[in-house]
């Protein structure tokens, strides 16, 4: 160019005073211990999280916490076409209820912490042309008046051509070569344009840089003279990245595989501007098996109610068993780690960005469901109650009322086979629980006795019978099982499974078909936890009622 480029920038960003030197003591380099990591997640504000995206989070936040480093929500709101109003607070309210803690930024609509923000795009436009300005006093950077039709008729023509790459660029790049005279017309006329990157790519080089997760990756240099600035002076995703990453002293960038081929655009961006380039980690889509056609997808905002982490909260996954099940596929070594560390707190996993696989991972609600078992049985029934009673109250409101009007009920209940070696594995999710005790409560109890097909009427109402004339509300479950044992042999069935198998011909059934019916006859289920414990809590008068109604109806 033959122009003087300070002049171009003056002409440009009169209204800019501050320097890129400014800005490097405004955010000063961060003192952290050796070796620790500073990432972020850096979601646009849909009012929509995706599990992709809490799958990233934790990401982030792990490296940062491994590391002793620093973990911050940036949030970016550059995209006007993608935005909502206040969609940030859905966002951090999905980070809230799975315990996602970002050490700075964003942390509500219109808040922040930290002393590396504003964490929101759209409040740092000063940042963006104080970089800009700079690029265009280097000779770094163009105005471009092309208009979307000029743009348009170029792209026809590279499509029409042989031309590898598309793009403006070398000789398409047509306001590259504009004079100082011919820009400050446009400008003087009011003519809007967009300030463009001067590449100094070439066609025949490439770049290689080492992806943490996926190793090393080669790629042509980029050629393109890539926009910086949009008409309004808002940034592109390319430069605010350059310029936030930059000044929020970001050590690793992790973000979606979506991104891997931006980065020769981001390497020269990061140079140009006088940067150091972060650590790159792109990490793998989440997929999910497709119901109709059995093939490997990404998880789809449209088609799958999973896709957004706002089903979790709404289905009553606590955030143990989601974060759990998560943590499975981001380390194999997780499991590892769990069992010989069972009860430590998730995000305490030495987490290793190195141990992440590059290919998808497939999200399995089946798999969630086991884990989420797993973890729930485990939990204290104090908390099992609390969880129960919060998320009913917020999605089930007749339910909370039903549940929480005797909460040492409640608790005795959902204690029942917990906080022992081998606890029971039934629950998944707090919106099963009330179908799940139905039967333990008036307001949901429908008797519905259904006669198991080895045993006749007349036995199902000797069992029942025999039973009421023994039964003692105060027996142990030692008492309790052995008079229901005792119930066996007068009625031709045997207390011993064993015998039953060996010699199945010699008897009506075994004591397990003799408690069913006392179970069916109380509960009006085959299968529920320990029934000496539930007929304890529902108490004599309703037992005895129970089995007498159930006698009458045979
Ligand atoms: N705002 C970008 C997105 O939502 C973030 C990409 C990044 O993490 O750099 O995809």
Redesign the pocket.
Known sequence: MNYDCDKLAELLFPHINTTVAELEERYPERSLPEGARVT?????PTGYLHIGGLFGALVDVLTAKSTKGVSYLRI?DTDKKREIDDGVSAIINGFNSFGIDFDEGVTGFGEEKGAYGPYTQSQRAEIYQTVAKELVQKGLAYPCFCTAEELSAIREEQEKGDALIWGYFGKWAKCRDLSFEEIEESIKAGKPYVLRFRSEGSEDKRIFFDDIIRGKIEMPENIIDEVLLKSDGIPT?HFA?ACDDHFMRTTH????E??ISSVPKHIALFKACGFRVPKYAHTPQVMKIDEEDGTKRKLSKRKDPEAAVSYFVEQGFPKESLIEYLLTLLNSNFEDWRRANPGADAFSFPFNLKKMSPSGCLFDLVKLNDVSKNVISVMKAKSVYDYIASWAEKYDEEFFRVFTQNEEFSTALVNIDRESPKPRKDIAKWSEVKEYFSYMFDEYYTPDFLLPENISKEDARAILQNYLAVYDSADDKDAWFAKIKDLCEPLGFTPNVKEYKQNPDAFKGHVGDVSTVIRLAVTSRRNTPDLCSLMSLLGKDKVNERINAVIESL
């Open positions: 972020r997640f850096a979601p646009s970016e995703y990245h960038v992790i973000r979606g979506e991104w």
